[in-house]
């Protein structure tokens, strides 16, 4: 047989559905996909979190059919990879609703199709679907910034704002799929002189997202200093967060109130995060965690908030920038298949 003929003889065997991988249970290698808005990675992880493999292609563009097919294509090169079956497990920017149909997918072609089950009949197996702030949190309370801690909440500061929450290691879901949507709550402790109260695209006010994440801090920036309408618009055109945080960085006083008040919300928005769930580990994920002074800042400012009457004392939780960056999507997807894999092959034992 020649490499060429061997290749093609894995990729053969690799493509048809093997029932017998959930029954591998953890000893298979795992592979976690993120399927993003633009593009999708794929990785196989090993029992020790070790990347074996790894792929990256375009999303496909608004095309259900065509995201099913590349899928398939990543699985067949997975299992080719891994020599074997493999746990799937699969983050995507939405949540799965309690029928099975995706929901608040910003890749519209996805939302109201039941991504799991047709994944799981062209696979021929169990694969696990979670959003991408629940696999930031799982990645991280696995062998990132939360490891070894018993309650994790990871939030995502980005285009949006999402969280995830780990509990002993688990991904907590709920009922509604919606457990860590924290970026639609109203902004607490509200100053009505100083907080926006702009719309939403979920349809309230006031949330959470439409003052912490990347778009909301650079709104902010602009309606605090560009004065005038079109004209004060003109001679001051809108800042990106980035282009904000760089003119912070040499000393602009604009740009330092602009990223002062975005961190006292988010030590108000958190302090309210703690109030409720006492995390161990507040993890930051998202295009805005990678801004140094929230470290330093936030849990500074946050003790105003998180109830404590009679007695003075610091706040335990720690605050902390996710270890695996942007790599946390694959991963938590990778761990969540393999959770999925180990727990069907529990109810079968
Ligand atoms: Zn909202």
Redesign the pocket.
């Known amino acids: 047989m020649t490499g060429a003929d061997a290749d093609a003889a894995a990729a053969a065997a690799a493509a048809a559905p093997t029932p017998g991988a959930a029954r591998a249970g953890h000893a298979s290698p795992m592979l976690g996909i993120d399927l993003g808005g633009t593009k999708t990675e794929a990785v196989l992880l090993a029992d020790d979190g070790r990347v074996t493999w790894r792929e990256r292609l375009p999303t496909p563009s608004g095309d259900y059919d065509a995201t099913l097919a590349m899928l398939a294509g990543f699985v067949q090169r997975g299992r080719a990879a891994a020599g074997g079956p493999v746990s799937i497990g699969i983050g995507t920017p939405g949540t799965v609703a309690a029928d099975g149909r995706m929901k608040n997918c910003n890749s519209q072609c996805l939302n109201g199709r039941t991504l799991q089950r047709d994944l799981e009949a062209a696979f021929g197996q169990p694969v696990a679907v979670a959003n991408d702030a629940n696999c930031l949190a799982l990645s991280e309370a696995t062998d990132g910034a939360g490891a070894g801690h018993g309650v994790v909440f990871a939030a995502i500061l980005g285009t949006g704002v999402g969280a995830g929450i780990a509990v002993h290691g688990r991904v907590l879901t709920g009922p509604n799929g919606v457990a860590g949507e924290w970026?639609?709550n109203p902004m607490p402790w509200r100053d009505p002189a100083a907080d926006p109260e702009w719309p939403?695209?979920?349809g309230?006010r006031g949330?959470i997202?439409?003052l912490l994440s990347g778009p909301g801090l650079a709104r902010d920036h602009q309606a605090v200093n560009v004065k005038g309408g079109a004209a004060g618009l003109a001679a001051a055109p809108p800042l990106t967060g980035e282009a904000i945080v760089a003119a912070a960085a040499r000393g602009d006083a604009a740009c330092l109130a602009t990223l002062e008040r975005h961190a006292t919300r988010l030590a108000r928005a958190l302090a309210g995060v703690i109030n409720l769930l006492d995390p161990d580990v507040i993890v930051l994920g998202g295009g805005l965690s990678r801004m140094a002074h929230l470290y330093e800042r936030v849990p500074a400012l946050w003790g105003a908030w998180v109830v404590s009457r009679g007695v003075r004392e610091p706040v335990r939780t720690r605050l902390a920038p996710s270890v695996h960056g942007d790599n946390s999507g694959v991963r938590g997807a990778a761990w969540l298949g393999r959770d999925l894999a180990r727990r069907g092959a529990h109810r079968r034992a």
């Open positions: 970026g639609h939403c695209f979920c309230h949330c997202e439409t």
